[in-house]
Structure formats: C-alpha cells, structure tokens
C-alpha cells in the first residue's frame, strides 16, 4: 500500500489524537490492518486480531459481582475503571490490537515419575521461557513494525501485569471464545495460548468475535478437583488449585490432597477439553519445555538454594513468588504419593526449616505416609516447635496416625497425581 497517504493522515492530527480520516482514510487503516495481519508471522505472532477501545460496560458489571462475592484472587489490577476504560490507560485510544502465542502442550520424552524418584509438575503455561518476556518481545516488534507505517502512533502495550482483562480484549478482538473453563479457547491453538495487547490511537477497524462455543460440554466444571468452577465461565479463584499454589501461606487442610503433585498452577480444566485435542504447538524457539524442570525430582527441591534456584526456574514464569510455594508444594506432593523414601527428607524440613509453613506442610506429609519413622519424627518435632500453627498440624498428623488404618475420609479423587 502506498504509505505517502499516510502523511495526509498525520496532517490531521492533533496532540497525537487521530482525527476523523479525510475520503479514502477508512480503506487505508483496513489496508494497513490486513498487512500487519499478514506481517504477524514474522514478528512471531500466532494469532492477532483487532478490538475497539469502547469501554468494556458489561466486564465492569461482572468485576463488581466477582469481587461482591469474594472469588477475586487479590492478583488482579484492583481499579475497575482503569480495567474497563482504555481511554484511562491511553488518552485518544481508538483500537486494541491482541496478541496470542500458542505454546506447547505435551513434553518431549517426559521423565518417569516412580517409587523413590518422584516428580511433581509445572503448568504447561510455565515451562518454557517467562511469557511476559516473550510476549513483550512481540509487542514491542509490532510497535516498531506500525511505527515504521504512522511514526507518530502512541500505544501501551501490556501482558498479564497490566491493568486490562487480556482475555475481555482477546475475545473482542476475534482471537477466541470465552470459555466455560474461563479460558479464551482459539479455534487454531486451543487454549494453549498466552495473550497480549497493545492499545493505539489508531482507527483500525475492529475484528468480530469467533462464533465457535463450548455449546453443551461441562467436561471442565466436572473435573475441577476443587469445585472452584462454579458456573460456566465463572471462577471462584479461592478455590482454584492454580491460584493456591501460588499463595505462600498455609494450604488448609481441605485443599491438600487437591494439589496432588502440581508444584505450580493446574492444567486439569485445560486437559479434559475437547476443544485442545491434538493441540501441541512447538515452534516458539523460547517456549521449548526442559522436561527436567518441568516435571522435576521432588526431593531435591526441599533444599534447593536461593542461587540455585534463580539458575533453574528464573527465566520461567513459576519464579514470580519465589521458591517457597514451589517447595512448599513439593512438600504436599511427597506426602500425597506416600512414599516411605521420602521420610528421612521430610524430616528434615520438619525439624530444620526456618519457615513455620513448610515444618507443619512437612507435619501433614508424614501423617500422610504414616509409618514408625514418621511417627518418631512428629513426636520429636512436638518437643521443640514454637509455632503454634505448625504446632496444630503436628498434632493433627499424630491423632490421624492414632487412628485405625482405613478409618481416614478418602474422599479426594486421586487423580490428582499427574
Ligand atoms: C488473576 C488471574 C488469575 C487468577 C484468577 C483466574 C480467573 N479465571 O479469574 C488465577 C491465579 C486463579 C489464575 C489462574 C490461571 N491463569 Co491467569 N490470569 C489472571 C489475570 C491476571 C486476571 C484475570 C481476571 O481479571 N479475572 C477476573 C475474571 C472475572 O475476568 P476475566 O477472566 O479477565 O474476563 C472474562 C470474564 O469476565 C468473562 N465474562 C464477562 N462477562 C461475563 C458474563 C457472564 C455471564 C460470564 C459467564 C462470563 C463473563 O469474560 C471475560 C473474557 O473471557 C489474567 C491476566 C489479565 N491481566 O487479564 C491472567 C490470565 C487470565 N491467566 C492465564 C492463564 C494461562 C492461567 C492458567 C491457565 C494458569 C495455570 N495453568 O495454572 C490458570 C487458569 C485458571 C482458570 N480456569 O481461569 C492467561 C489465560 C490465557 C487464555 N488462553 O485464556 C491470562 C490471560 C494471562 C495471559 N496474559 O496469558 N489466573
Ligand atoms: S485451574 Fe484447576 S482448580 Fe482451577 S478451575 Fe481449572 S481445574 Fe479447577
Ligand atoms: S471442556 Fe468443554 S465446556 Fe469446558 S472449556 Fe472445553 S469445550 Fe468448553
């Protein structure tokens, strides 16, 4: 396209607002919207769709019901109006433009999780490279690419971190539907996507909506281990094993077992979707999977150092809380498998960790496993903890090896180990 049009654009403008196009302009921004479609591979897009920057009215009244009945997870940009208003977020905003990279789904020759080598596992969404990265990288090759085109276009970009709903902007803007597992669901990638965006003062014309649905499956709702789907397309996310793996605090008791072996979020909504059949996407050179640390040895997490650490997870997105729930997890998972080799380990976060929440996890896991060696380990411990929390568990791991065996409510679907 003849981008010497552009300049009769850019004479019309006013402190960078994009005024109403003179005759041809509307044909020109659909021409320069259609390129940069087809310029998104390159710029290593899989998936880019336009959205209006109109305010996002019927999101704001759902925000506030979401918060009204406590299901936020304390994760989300806590202005309403700042999520729902991209004008606040770039004065003269005119189009959003949404990004989607797809990432792989399934791991090249996974380890053996076995008997005395146990394993946990990462969310497929934190296996590669950290997505912020990856994602900004993207955006910011795009914004170099448009800029080229309208060297006086303003734009925010943001991924995740910033103030808009990604998946409110991805579902306006035609990269997928909303789901009833909340994901955004494309029809090319499943929902193995991450999303992006970048709000512009540009007049792209706006893309429609996917017309594909869940139509009448409920295979997510029913195998949420947590019941934490409790409508279609509506999360409690107190309840979502995702969100508990990232807390550093106390796990209650109820949500133990629900963790299974998951070190960090939960992929069991995404898995049992039909929509993601055969949907393993593995061409983005930096979300290739290192099966070692996403589906990683257990026990030598419980001491893994800080340095060490930050060597191995710190390029991923698991790293963003810090060690502590990753450990504190790998604790729970060892005592879900109830594996005696784990004892002797356990024990030693028992009785020599500094943190209270990860002596009375590793409390919990011995009265899973149960056993002599266990026993003497919690009874030793009872002399010496201070906590008083990490005191209740301790006690609560001795009444439940005090009772008869089988006599234990086993009501947790086991198929939470992965
Ligand atoms: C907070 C947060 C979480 C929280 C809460 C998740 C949630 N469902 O609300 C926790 C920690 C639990 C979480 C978990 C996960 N997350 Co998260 N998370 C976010 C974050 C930061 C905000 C989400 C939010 O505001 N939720 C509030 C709800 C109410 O709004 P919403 O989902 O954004 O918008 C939808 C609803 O409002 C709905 N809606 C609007 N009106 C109405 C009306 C009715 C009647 C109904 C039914 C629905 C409805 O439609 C909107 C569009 O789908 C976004 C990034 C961002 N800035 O948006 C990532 C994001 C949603 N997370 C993402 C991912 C990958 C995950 C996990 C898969 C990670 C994992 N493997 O563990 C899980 C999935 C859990 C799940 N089933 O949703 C991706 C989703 C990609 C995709 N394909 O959809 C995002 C977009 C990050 C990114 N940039 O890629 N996450
Ligand atoms: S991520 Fe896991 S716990 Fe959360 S809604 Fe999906 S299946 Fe349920
Ligand atoms: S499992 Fe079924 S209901 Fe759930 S998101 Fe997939 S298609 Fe929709």
Redesign the pocket.
């Known amino acids: 396209m003849d981008h010497r049009r552009h300049q009769d654009i850019a004479d019309n403008q006013d402190a960078g607002v994009i005024a109403a196009p003179p005759e041809g302009a509307a044909d020109y921004w659909a021409k320069l919207k259609e390129e940069m479609k087809a310029a998104a591979p390159q710029l290593g897009i899989d998936k880019i769709g336009v959205a209006s920057a109109a305010p996002f009215a ?2 704001k ?3 506030i019901r ?1 918060r009204e009945l406590g ?3 304390g ?3 806590p202005d309403l109006d700042k ?1 729902t208003t991209p004008e606040l977020l770039l004065p003269g905003a005119q189009s959003i433009i949404a990004i ?1 990279i797809a990432y792989p789904s399934k791991l090249p020759n996974p380890p053996k999780s076995e008997p005395g080598a146990r394993r946990g596992i990462m ?4 296996w590669g490279e950290d ?1 912020h990265t990856v ?1 900004r990288d993207r955006l910011a090759k795009l914004e170099t690419w448009l800029r080229e085109r309208v060297p006086e276009m303003r734009a925010e970009s ?11 902007v ?2 306006r803007a035609g990269i ?1 539907w ?2 009833k ?6 029809p090319e990638f499943g ?6 965006e970048m709000i512009t003062n540009l007049p792209l014309p706006p893309d429609k909506p996917v017309t594909e649905s869940c139509g009448e499956c409920t295979k ?1 709702i029913d195998a949420c281990p947590t019941g ?2 409790v ?5 409690n ?1 107190q309840r ?4 508990i ?2 807390t550093k605090d106390w796990v209650p008791e109820e949500f133990m077992k629900k963790i299974g072996n998951r070190l ?4 069991t ?2 898995t049992v979707c039909p929509a993601n059949r055969g949907k393993n996407f593995t061409h983005q050179p930096e979300l290739q999977p290192d099966p070692e640390l996403a589906k990683p040895l257990l026990v030598p997490l419980l001491t893994i150092g800080n340095r060490e650490f930050k060597e191995r997870y710190g390029r991923t997105s698991s790293a963003w809380r810090g060690k502590k729930p990753i450990q504190r997890n790998a604790v729970i998972a060892l005592g879900t498998f109830k594996d005696k080799s784990a004892v002797p380990h356990l024990e030693g976060v028992l009785l020599t960790d500094p943190r209270p929440v990860l002596r009375g996890t590793a409390a919990w896991s011995l009265g899973q496993i149960g056993g002599e060696e266990a026993e003497a380990a919690l009874r030793k411990a009872l002399q010496t903890e201070t906590d008083e929390e990490a005191v209740r568990y301790i006690e609560r791991a001795l009444e439940r090896l005090a009772e008869p065996e089988g006599a234990a409510p086993e009501t947790e679907k086991t198929s939470s180990l992965q």
């Open positions: 019927e999101l009244q759902r925000l979401h299901y936020e997870s994760f989300e940009e999520r989607a969310a497929r969404s934190a997505y994602l943001m991924v995740d971190t910033g103030e808009l709903s990604d998946r409110a991805a579902e997928g909303s789901a597992n909340c994901s955004i669901i494309s929902s193995w996507i991450y999303l992006g997510c934490a789907l409508g279609p397309g509506q999360l996310a979502c094993v995702s969100f793996t990232q960090y979020g939960c992929d909504c995404q």
